[in-house]
């Protein structure tokens, strides 16, 4: 009959592995027991390692906070409206929380679709953004040309565009952590600014 883990615990190595278990912080004490738990499902706790188990533990919350560590400065790049510094926090956060997962840490796959779909949302916001960039850019040169209803007509272009991006970014809530945030999305170009025309 397997053994199971009360009898482990009355073991050199399960007595050990309590020892050390007290030194490890509640996650990873939480990510021991998850190890040992499942080791037990599998009849293999007389082949437990707890060493192994312990490091794999302190990996996956290192990863975790890693994880979170990159989701807070995507929350700020997109609060800045830095779409793609937004997207490349996304995309470490992502592997971050992969890492947790291989060292058999608590970690939803939802959570890692998620910051997927956060990468996908950014990078469209970082796509009309640019576009929003060069319809200013655009408005801007004609009207110092003097022609001011096509430079209206890119400004619209730019201002359409930046709220667009606006939109995509917000979508990439990660947690809600920037849910109530807003994004500046005016138009670097005012249509209605006089400019003189006048030629020397």
């Known amino acids: 009959m397997p053994m199971t883990i009360e009898e482990y615990m009355q073991t050199e190595a399960g007595q050990q592995l309590q020892m050390d278990n007290a030194g490890l912080s509640d996650m990873e004490q939480a990510n021991v027991m998850a190890a040992l738990q499942k080791a037990a499902d599998a009849g293999d706790l ?7 188990a312990i ?15 990159f989701q807070a400065e995507q929350a700020k790049a997109v ?28 970690v939803a796959d939802a959570e890692i679709l998620e910051a997927q779909y956060d990468q996908m949302e950014l990078d ?21 040309e003097g022609d ?7 400004a619209n272009t730019a201002a359409d565009h930046a709220e667009t991006a606006s939109d ?5 809530d990660q947690g809600g952590t920037y849910a109530d ?15 003189d025309t006048a030629v020397e």
């Open 79 to 106: 609060e800045a409206g830095d779409w793609e510094t937004a997207k490349e926090m996304a995309e470490n956060a992502e592997y971050a929380m992969e890492e947790v997962k291989e060292h058999g840490g608590d």
């Open 148 to 154: 001011m209803a096509t430079a209206e007509i890119y």
């Open 168 to 172: 995509y970014g917000a979508m990439a």
């Open 55 to 69: 490091l794999d533990a302190q990996a996956a919350e290192a990863a975790r906070e890693e994880a979170e560590a």
């Open 181 to 195: 945030q807003t994004v500046d999305t005016s138009s670097s170009y005012d249509a209605t600014a006089s400019v």
């Open 46 to 52: 007389e082949s437990f390692n707890s060493d192994n």
């Open 124 to 144: 469209n916001a970082d796509y009309h953004q640019e576009i929003a960039d060069s319809a200013a850019d655009s408005a801007a040169a004609y009207a110092a």
